[in-house]
C-alpha cells in the first residue's frame, strides 16, 4: 500500500506565504514525477506545478514566479512553497505521485487527501 500525506495548509492573509508538504509512504521502489493539483470552490481540480524525476519542474501560468515546487528524493516527499499569495488561489490542493511498488509493476498514479488553502482578502 501507498498513501501520500499532505500537511501545511491554513488561512493566510493576501500577500502571505505558506508551504505544502506531500510525504509518500509505504511500499516504494521508485518515484516518477510528483506534482500539485488544486481544486478552486466551484471548479474542476488543475494542475500548478509538477517536478520530473530529474528535478525539470512546470508550472501553471498562473503560479509562475510565486510558487517554488521541490522534492526530497531521500524523504520520497514534494514539497510546494507559495509567496505572495492572492485570494485566487483559495483552493484544495492536492499532490499526486507516479510510484512502482516494485520492478516489475506497471506505474500508478497515487493523489493524497487534499489539504485547503484559504486566503482571505
Known amino acids: 500500500q501507498v498513501q501520500l500525506v499532505e500537511s501545511g495548509g491554513g488561512l493566510v492573509q493576501t500577500g502571505g506565504s505558506l508551504r505544502l508538504s506531500c510525504a509518500a509512504s509505504?511500499?516504494?521502489?521508485?518515484?516518477?514525477?510528483m506534482g500539485w493539483h488544486r481544486q478552486p470552490p466551484g471548479k474542476q481540480r488543475e494542475l500548478v506545478a509538477i517536478i520530473s524525476s530529474g528535478g525539470t519542474s512546470n508550472y501553471a501560468d498562473s503560479v509562475k514566479n510565486r510558487f517554488t515546487i521541490s522534492r526530497d528524493y531521500a524523504k520520497n516527499t514534494v514539497y510546494l512553497e507559495m509567496i505572495s499569495l492572492e485570494p485566487e488561489d483559495t483552493a484544495v490542493y492536492y499532490c499526486n505521485a507516479g510510484i512502482r511498488t516494485s520492478w516489475d509493476t506497471t506505474l500508478t498514479d497515487y493523489w493524497g487527501q487534499g489539504t485547503q488553502v484559504t486566503v482571505s482578502s
Open positions: 509505504g511500499t516504494i521502489f521508485s518515484i516518477d514525477a
